[in-house]
């Protein structure tokens, strides 16, 4: 069964101190890596999909890179308006020719203080 | 370009009642998506649809069913309400490069 785990689970930073979130899988055949930033009460945002081991993406203050194992999101001098649920998912085939089912990790509050 | 629109965006039903959610995707997508978020957790995946056919279903009850329209918008039906049900309902929609973009959801409320 395909299973995602993201850590930390909150992470609190200080405006301008980077740092990483984590996101684990377990899945047979990925079909894509993908990140979102979610406000509290709204939809998912889509933010980077990453295919490949090695691959890495960039915007703005977030760089995502990818392992055969797992993802990291970076975070470079975050300002307050960065804070957000950030969701790490995994994409599967469910049948169609686009990737119908993402697997998503329970995600990462992070707060920005300024 | 207009993104994903979901409608209504606040539902409150009570238990055994029944209630459809509606989407339209971004033009030019054909693939549908439809996912549950609980307080505190990432969206579970509920059913894909993809040129009017269901192509993929998650682990939820026959009480959850949807359909897809030939202009490609979708809807969700959920019948016998539980408690259980209360949650965000999100659609998204994809084209061919993987992608799936969501829309502000629905929040619904089982009393």
């Known amino acids: 069964e395909d299973q995602v785990t993201q850590s930390p689970e909150a992470l609190r930073l200080q405006e301008g101190e980077s740092s990483s979130l984590n996101c684990s899988y377990t899945v047979s055949g990925l079909r894509g890596l993908f990140w979102y930033r979610q406000d509290p009460g709204k939809g998912p945002e889509f933010l980077f999909t990453?295919?490949?081991a090695g691959e890495e993406k960039e915007k703005e203050r977030l760089k995502a890179t990818l392992t055969k194992k797992e993802s990291f999101l970076h975070i470079t001098a975050p300002k307050p308006e960065d804070s957000a649920t950030y969701l790490c998912a995994v994409g599967v085939n469910a049948g169609g020719t686009s990737y119908g089912k993402l697997t998503f990790g329970q995600g990462t509050i992070l707060t920005v203080h300024p | 370009d207009a993104g994903v629109t979901q409608s209504p965006t606040h539902l409150i039903k009570t238990r055994g009642q029944q209630v459809t959610l509606r989407c339209s995707p971004i033009s030019g997508h054909k693939s549908v998506s439809w996912y549950q978020q609980v307080l505190g957790q990432g969206p579970q995946f509920i059913f894909q649809y993809y040129e009017k056919e269901e192509r993929g279903r998650g682990n939820f009850p026959d009480r959850f069913s949807a359909r897809q329209f030939p202009n490609y918008s979708s809807e969700l039906n959920v019948n016998a309400l539980l408690l259980g049900d209360s949650a965000l309902y999100l659609c998204a929609s994809s084209g061919d490069r993987g992608a799936q973009y969501f829309g502000p959801g629905t929040r619904l409320t089982v009393l």
């Open positions: 990453l295919y490949s």
